[in-house]
């Protein structure tokens, strides 16, 4: 039973995010089994959550401060979109962007100061839904309950055929075009993808595996079932079999997973920090735009969780409950921080920065002087020795007064010593 699962995406950025949250999820449910006892996948799903938005705890408190500094950048900013209101030409819009980039780096934030959090989520959301659609690839306790019923397949006669069999029956779940069943750790990515029927037909199928069948798929509830829902399906499917077989209580708790959804986010949205505007039509519609997007992302999130495994709405719920608790502590820490403080601490953050930068470029440039200087007469490095020149010029044009021993003054003695030796 080596190799990978199919169901272990290797897309870039997202199957690496997927990996990595799986290791994560492994741990989680090696722990709880091993110390607690507990051994359920929708109890793992609620601690990585809590984990992952620990993690990105940081970016929450940068997005805030951003959000305050907006608010006390508004006024400024205002006074410029005024100033070039009614001018539309090149000069004028360059140097409406430079007089604001200036506004910006008097608090000391960046323009996409708020946009990290969100560009960091939308992998991980992916991530998240790739790991719940193949635990079995990222959990190995979880494959091994499948080991025994997958060997007992593999050296039954017509195990094979009857897995095909199924799979052209439910091409949704199994395709055989899709799935080569001579593979073992294959038939583990289907069989995890199996409904209660599903179940009945292979039992049916196999009558001589039926004790083993019916072990593993008890086995495989108590691990993916989560509040009597099955994780790996979808609340809609839920809802459906559940009305067929008269289950009210699947029914009723496959609803609240999408309506739980709907409303956490709509919290969530309504306990971040808005940025203020000013009241220009341009600023209105942006407000409005938001305002829709504040209530559209909610109702948009209960659709999806209607059609999405019922572990990624376990997953959505409980990361909106998250991010609002965080919101409200690092609202009640950024109240108790006056602005002019804050401000300070963003200028002192950014001079670190570029002071880091500087220091960088400049031992870049002494690292080139004395090496190109030890090498003038090798004529491999005319090019590269044409670079430095050019680039050492700069620097002694801007510092034309530069103090004896500085850097600027260091630059222009070894253009002088190249011209020289020219």
Request: aromatic share 8%.
């Given at each position: 039973?080596?190799?990978?699962?199919?169901?272990?995406?290797?897309?870039?950025?997202?199957?690496?995010?997927?990996?990595?949250?799986?290791?994560?999820?492994?741990?989680?449910?090696?722990?709880?089994?091993?110390?607690?006892?507990?051994?359920?996948?929708?109890?793992?799903?609620?601690?990585?959550?809590?984990?992952?938005y620990?993690?990105?705890?940081?970016?929450?408190?940068?997005?805030?401060?951003?959000?305050?500094?907006?608010?006390?950048?508004?006024?400024?900013?205002?006074?410029?979109?005024?100033?070039?209101?009614?001018?539309?030409?090149?000069?004028s819009?360059?140097?409406?962007?430079?007089e604001?980039?200036?506004?910006?780096?008097?608090?000391?934030?960046?323009?996409?100061?708020?946009c990290?959090?969100?560009?960091?989520?939308?992998?991980?959301?992916?991530?998240?839904?790739?790991?719940?659609?193949?635990?079995?690839?990222?959990?190995?306790?979880?494959?091994?309950?499948?080991?025994?019923?997958?060997?007992?397949?593999?050296?039954?006669?017509?195990?094979?055929?009857?897995?095909?069999?199924?799979?052209?029956?439910?091409?949704?779940?199994?395709?055989?075009?899709?799935?080569d069943?001579?593979?073992?750790n294959?038939?583990?990515?289907?069989?995890?993808?199996?409904?209660t029927?599903?179940?009945?037909?292979?039992r049916e199928?196999?009558?001589?595996?039926?004790?083993?069948?019916?072990?593993?798929?008890?086995?495989?509830?108590?691990?993916?079932?989560?509040?009597?829902?099955?994780?790996?399906?979808?609340?809609?499917?839920?809802?459906?079999?559940?009305?067929?077989?008269?289950?009210?209580?699947?029914?009723?708790?496959?609803?609240?997973?999408?309506?739980?959804?709907?409303?956490?986010?709509?919290?969530?949205?309504?306990?971040?920090?808005?940025?203020?505007?000013?009241?220009?039509?341009?600023?209105?519609?942006?407000?409005?735009?938001?305002?829709?997007?504040?209530?559209?992302?909610?109702?948009?999130?209960?659709?999806?969780?209607?059609?999405?495994?019922?572990?990624?709405?376990?997953?959505?719920?409980?990361?909106?409950?998250?991010?609002?608790?965080?919101?409200?502590?690092?609202?009640?820490?950024?109240?108790?921080?006056?602005?002019?403080?804050?401000?300070?601490?963003?200028?002192?953050?950014?001079?670190?920065?570029?002071?880091?930068?500087?220091?960088?470029?400049?031992r870049?440039i002494?690292?080139?002087?004395?090496?190109?200087?030890?090498?003038?007469?090798?004529?491999?490095?005319?090019?590269?020795?044409?670079?430095?020149?050019?680039?050492?010029?700069?620097?002694r044009?801007?510092?034309?007064?530069a103090?004896?021993?500085?850097?600027?003054?260091?630059?222009?003695?070894?253009?002088?010593?190249?011209?020289?030796?020219?």
């Amino acid at each position: 039973m080596t190799g990978i699962l199919m169901t272990q995406v290797s897309t870039p950025i997202i199957g690496q995010a997927a990996w990595l949250l799986g290791k994560i999820m492994d741990i989680i449910y090696r722990v709880l089994s091993g110390v607690f006892g507990i051994e359920n996948v929708g109890v793992c799903i609620i601690i990585l959550t809590i984990v992952v938005y620990s993690l990105l705890y940081p970016l929450t408190v940068k997005q805030q401060k951003f959000s305050k500094m907006s608010a006390a950048m508004s006024p400024e900013i205002k006074k410029i979109q005024k100033k070039y209101q009614n001018k539309r030409d090149n000069e004028s819009m360059q140097k409406m962007q430079e007089e604001t980039q200036l506004v910006y780096e008097k608090y000391g934030v960046s323009p996409t100061g708020g946009c990290l959090s969100m560009f960091i989520q939308l992998p991980i959301l992916y991530a998240v839904w790739y790991v719940i659609r193949g635990i079995p690839a990222y959990i190995g306790q979880v494959k091994e309950i499948y080991t025994p019923l997958v060997e007992g397949i593999l050296s039954s006669t017509g195990g094979q055929a009857a897995m095909e069999a199924i799979g052209a029956a439910k091409p949704v779940l199994m395709s055989p075009e899709k799935y080569d069943y001579s593979n073992a750790n294959i038939i583990i990515d289907a069989l995890y993808k199996f409904e209660t029927s599903t179940w009945d037909a292979l039992r049916e199928a196999l009558p001589s595996l039926g004790g083993l069948i019916s072990t593993t798929m008890e086995n495989v509830k108590d691990v993916t079932y989560f509040l009597g829902l099955n994780i790996i399906d979808s609340p809609a499917t839920l809802i459906k079999s559940g009305l067929t077989a008269g289950a009210w209580g699947i029914v009723i708790m496959a609803l609240l997973i999408p309506i739980l959804s709907g409303i956490t986010q709509f919290i969530s949205v309504k306990v971040m920090p808005q940025n203020d505007t000013n009241g220009t039509q341009t600023d209105a519609q942006v407000a409005a735009t938001m305002k829709t997007m504040n209530y559209t992302m909610p109702l948009l999130s209960v659709f999806m969780c209607f059609t999405l495994p019922t572990g990624l709405g376990i997953y959505w719920i409980t990361s909106a409950v998250v991010r609002t608790v965080q919101q409200k502590i690092v609202s009640k820490q950024l109240s108790k921080i006056d602005m002019d403080e804050l401000v300070k601490q963003n200028l002192e953050k950014a001079e670190a920065k570029r002071a880091k930068k500087k220091a960088t470029d400049s031992r870049e440039i002494n690292n080139m002087a004395h090496t190109k200087t030890k090498n003038i007469n090798n004529p491999k490095s005319k090019v590269e020795q044409q670079a430095l020149e050019e680039k050492i010029e700069k620097v002694r044009k801007q510092n034309a007064n530069a103090k004896e021993g500085s850097l600027a003054s260091k630059a222009d003695l070894v253009r002088k010593f190249n011209d020289g030796n020219k």
